[in-house]
Nanobody, 122 residues
Framework: QFVESGGGLVQPGGSLTLSCAASGFTLGQYAIGWFRQAPGKEREGVSCISTSGGITKYSDAVEGRFTISRDSAKNTVYLHMNSLTPEDTAVYYC?????????????????WGQGTLVTVSS
């Protein structure tokens, strides 16, 4: 139901912007979260944004480097990632609960995208 894009290979210190788009429904009715899963690790919450966009949350690992935003006109949520390090390498997913607020708990999500791979390497 969600389609992520924007992943790729980037050098350490570089930037990427991920997009989470919706087809057939309005993304704005959901709080949206970004999650990531690195090889051999559990899926972790990275950031989330409320339906209005007025509330945003970040994990300690990305605070100050990543920014989440949403564009209602484009029916898209973005994750702007700066100062990337190899530890940011993972498959990134956007997700949403059926109802509820912005949370970084993967167990609370009901809808998921297929993910987009981000690789940070020199």
């Amino acid at each position: 139901q969600f389609v992520e894009s924007g992943g790729g290979l980037v050098q350490p210190g570089g930037s990427l912007t991920l997009s989470c788009a919706a087809s057939g429904f309005t993304l704005g009715q959901y709080a949206i979260g970004w999650f990531r899963q690195a090889p051999g690790k559990e899926r972790e919450g990275v950031s989330c944004i409320s339906t209005s966009g007025g509330i945003t949350k970040y994990s300690d690992a990305v605070e100050g480097r990543f920014t989440i935003s949403r564009d209602s006109a484009k029916n898209t949520v973005y994750l702007h990632m700066n100062s990337l390090t190899p530890e940011d390498t993972a498959v990134y997913y956007c997700a949403a609960p059926k109802v509820g607020r912005c949370v970084l708990d993967a167990d609370g999500m009901d809808y998921w995208g297929q993910g987009t791979l981000v690789t940070v390497s020199s």
